[in-house]
Nanobody, 126 residues
């Protein structure tokens, strides 16, 4: 059974950094697409970053150059390093997984993911 458990959220001032972590079942670490998505109040859930089973990555334009997704199979953990944070990055961040995505252009679509963590709040203040 897929279990995703996020940690590492919190409050930070603009320009600061946070690192989110998500523990994932060992099997799914190496065989699933793993992603971070976020949802701000009144907005739709949006993809932030994804890492495939082979290690390829993709990022939303809004976070390119500031966020880095990675995974450590020895720790069964997915990470999101967030630097140069902006107030508009404030949201609930979710770890998600799916077996495969046929079209690469859909890799950050929330609808493609069928396993979700409970979410962790990130708040960036001015």
């Amino acid at each position: 059974q897929m279990q995703l458990v996020e940690s590492g959220g919190g409050s930070v001032q603009a320009g600061g950094s946070l690192r989110l972590a998500c523990t994932v079942n060992r099997f799914f670490m190496s065989t699933y697409y793993l992603a971070w998505l976020r949802q701000a109040p009144g907005q739709e859930r949006e993809g932030v970053a994804v890492i495939t089973d082979s290690g390829a990555t993709a990022y939303a334009e809004s976070v390119k150059g500031r966020f880095t997704i990675s995974k450590d199979s020895s720790k069964n953990t997915l990470y999101l390093q967030m630097d140069s944070l902006k107030p508009e990055d404030s949201a609930i961040y979710y770890c998600a997984a799916t077996r495969a995505i046929v079209r690469w252009r859909s890799v950050l679509d929330a609808a493609e993911y069928d396993h979700w963590g409970q979410g962790t709040q990130v708040t960036v203040s001015t």
